[in-house]
């Protein structure tokens, strides 16, 4: 039987944890996660990573599997991924991927040139200048360094702008540059699923989830993590704004309404991401299991 990994894809807040536990159950098997910030043990709440009732249902891969104090890229998650899905074949047909890191998914699906090491002193001083002058001028950069990742780019995000301006900074090649003229030829199947809701809906859900994360506790999983607030790990949607109000910048209701504006606005980038990919199964959920055993039969 051919093996299969079933990609469970889609904007944040949709319900994709959920589904996923769904569908590895229905199969007996494990998730690979394609979250790039959930992989770092030190972040939870404003992850939303899975609840620990949830890692106990089914195996997971990538989570909290590394530190913040770790620079992690689309490379490695690749060879990371590959290596699990490897372990998983050994005793099972089909391997779940479940995440939202766009980059992630396309690069363990098609690969991706090695991209040389970057100095830290470059890409520190990128994080502190980001911070220090916001997104426009990250953009205004971006369009006098790299105009190739300007055109082409998503240049309303900040994690991917500041990481193609290092990759400039350091090598003298836009980060296009390194990416695969040819898509790798893996020796499985790959399915892909997507997950929508309607926008006024999904919107609600992000506000809903920040509210709930600012319950829990962010507040203060956020205050320690302040101290490393120059990490590229931390250069993410619900620290961010948080350091700002440490930094006495903005106030706490502030900074709350950021995280739920940013994080809609991350949504439509990724739902934008995605919706390129024409591979793409595109679902409302509730999804049904027996739908997903048609779309995997093709």
């Known amino acids: 039987m051919t093996k299969t990994c079933i990609i469970i894809a889609g904007p944040t807040a949709v319900g994709k944890t959920a589904f996923a536990i769904d569908v590895a159950k229905h199969f007996s ?15 939870n709440i ?6 620990a009732e949830e890692l106990e249902m089914v195996p997971h891969y990538f989570i909290a599997s590394h530190s913040i104090h770790q620079n992690l890229n689309a490379v490695d998650f690749e060879n990371y991924a590959l290596e699990c899905l490897e372990e998983i074949f050994k005793s099972n047909d089909v391997a779940v991927m479940v995440g939202g890191t766009g980059l992630y998914i396309q690069a363990f699906c098609e690969g991706l040139h090695q991209i040389p090491e970057v100095d830290e002193k470059i890409r520190n001083q990128i994080i502190v200048d980001y911070q220090e002058k916001g997104i426009a001028w990250l953009q205004s ?16 995000n900040p994690q991917r702008m500041m990481r ?21 030829q893996r020796n499985f199947s790959i399915v892909k699923i997507g997950l ?63 995280i739920k504006q940013h994080s809609r606005h991350y949504a439509k980038r990724q739902l934008t991401w995605f919706k390129k990919d024409e591979q793409f199964n595109w679902v409302q959920p509730p999804f049904s299991l027996e739908k997903l055993e048609t779309i995997k039969k093709g």
């Open 141 to 156: 950069s971006i369009q006098k360094e790299d105009s190739l990742f300007a055109a082409k780019g998503e240049i309303q």
């Open 29 to 43: 098997t494990q998730i690979i996660s394609a979250d790039s910030r959930q992989c770092y043990r030190e972040m």
């Open 46 to 51: 404003g992850v939303a990573r899975p609840s």
């Open 164 to 184: 193609a301006l290092e990759i400039v900074r350091a090598t003298g090649k836009s980060i296009f540059h390194f990416r695969s003229p040819q898509k790798k």
């Open 196 to 258: 929508e809701l309607p926008r006024a809906i999904l919107y609600e859900r992000i506000n809903q989830r920040v509210n709930i994360m600012m319950e829990q506790g962010l507040l203060e999983e956020a205050k320690k993590m302040y101290p490393y607030k120059t990490l590229n790990a931390l250069q993410t949607v619900g620290y961010r704004e948080l350091f700002q109000y440490f930094d006495g910048d903005i106030d706490l209701n502030r900074a709350t309404e950021l």
